[in-house]
């Protein structure tokens, strides 16, 4: 995962809290709480869930993106 902000581009666990704060909402108190935790934990952590994701999310498919969302996504 990665986030681009005022050309600075920022990676795992640093681009999370970022989309976390871009969402809104509980979002923005998720990317708030994930700024206090330290980087090198944070990042740890994001490697372990990227590293489980299949085991712990138990979805098959691959979701397909709605038609405005696909702009913004990198090719």
């Known amino acids: 995962m990665a986030v681009v902000r005022n050309g600075v581009v920022f ?4 681009a999370a ?3 976390f704060l871009g969402a809104g909402g509980a979002g923005l108190l998720v990317g708030c709480f994930l ?3 330290p980087l090198k ?10 590293k489980n ?3 712990l999310v138990k979805n098959e498919a691959c979701g397909i993106p ?3 969302f696909r702009e913004k996504l990198l090719a």
């Open 53 to 55: 994701r299949k085991k």
């Open 66 to 68: 709605e038609e405005g």
């Open 35 to 37: 700024k206090l935790i």
């Open 17 to 19: 809290r970022f989309a």
């Open 11 to 14: 990676r795992a666990s640093e």
């Open 41 to 50: 934990i944070r990042n740890w952590g994001y490697y372990g869930i990227a």
